[in-house]
């Protein structure tokens, strides 16, 4: 069977933790080569994960002929550069999420994308897991009813010196970290752009620390959004209908879990399986390149993200 064999540019945390250890597991896909500027982050790779190149250069990286996809877990801010740049050298790219800082980066990106007839898929792992599935189960089902107001949070209390989340030159505050889930989340679900939004933050160090944002839709119907780093952390999400209400625990992870659904029947538990999420999405993508398909996520539901968090600014 063939593989294909992934480049990965930077020994990142998110790359370290998730992303090379993904394309370890994932069937489709082999580790080919890791780049970094740093030595001893490049040592740290070699030891770990024995990649059969290394470079400490990325653009050496890009020009080598047998790297047929490009994992950017870059800070936000490098992603429209580097991915465009893996892309004019006609490797198919896995980004990290947010794929862009805005709508106009992103659409740049998909321009590049179509241009050089390669890939591009926003990393959003968490699409791949057992619990998004039986969500999305749920919602087919019709058990809800009607959509009228979807709730979701992301929050964890952030204690790390110096990290790139706190620099705003490099994309950091908490909607571009893990506000972008629930707006991807809210996106999911109703289908459509919201036709109004509010919003409300704390500014720390310019960066925001703590967002939420109501969206309203047409018809009335609602979605309440929340993430931040400087509280204790909540990962939850709640679906209400007309007819029932789903609440999603761990909405954004990959352990084992319970969805609990409430109808007028009654209270209905329904077990999630663990799985890993990231293994699933390399998985994935890995295999649209070599079927010649779209990978799960689209592009229009990357610049429809993007387009929501511009919003989402302006209105601070």
């Not at 926003?122 to 009813?145: D, I, P, W």
């Not at 952030?158 to 972008?180: F, H, Q, S, W």
């Not at 310019?206 to 109501?214: G, N, P």
Request: glycine residues 6%.
């Amino acid at each position: 069977m063939r593989k294909i064999n992934w480049g990965v540019l930077g020994f990142a945390r998110i790359a370290k933790n998730e992303g090379i250890p993904a394309i370890l597991e994932a069937e489709s896909a082999s580790l080919y080569a890791v780049a970094s500027r740093n030595e001893e982050k490049l040592t740290e790779a070699k030891e770990l994960f024995h990649p059969e190149k290394l470079y400490l250069s990325y653009e050496e990286l890009l020009r080598d002929e047998k790297v047929d996809a490009i994992y950017v877990p870059f800070p936000n801010a490098l992603h429209k550069e580097w991915a465009i740049k893996a892309m004019e050298a006609g490797k198919h790219v896995l980004c990290e999420k947010p794929l862009a800082l805005n709508e106009e980066e992103v659409r740049e990106m998909v321009e590049a994308s179509r241009k050089h007839k390669v890939l591009l898929m926003e990393a959003f792992m968490y699409r791949y897991t057992e619990r998004t599935r039986k969500v999305q189960e749920v919602l087919n089902s019709g058990l809800l009813g009607e959509i009228r107001h979807v709730d979701s949070t992301f929050r964890f209390f952030l204690n790390r010196e110096g990290t790139i989340k706190m620099k705003p030159e490099l994309g950091g505050g908490a909607l571009y970290d893990v506000g972008c889930y629930p707006v991807n989340f809210a996106t999911m679900i109703m289908q459509e752009e919201p036709v109004k939004i509010s919003a409300a933050a704390k500014i720390q160090d310019q960066v925001d620390v703590q967002i939420s944002a109501l969206l309203e839709y047409k018809d009335g119907k609602t979605a309440s959004l929340h993430a931040g780093f400087n509280a204790f952390g909540k990962n939850h999400s709640e679906i209400l209908g007309t007819e029932g209400r789903l609440e999603i625990p761990d909405s954004f992870l990959d352990n084992e879990g319970t969805l609990t659904l409430h109808t007028s029947e009654g209270k209905e538990e329904i077990h999630v399986p663990a799985c890993h999420r990231y293994t699933l999405e390399f998985e994935d993508f890995s295999s649209a390149i070599l079927e010649n398909r779209a990978p799960m996520l689209t592009q229009e539901e990357s610049i429809l993200n993007a387009r929501i968090l511009d919003y989402i600014f302006q209105v601070l």
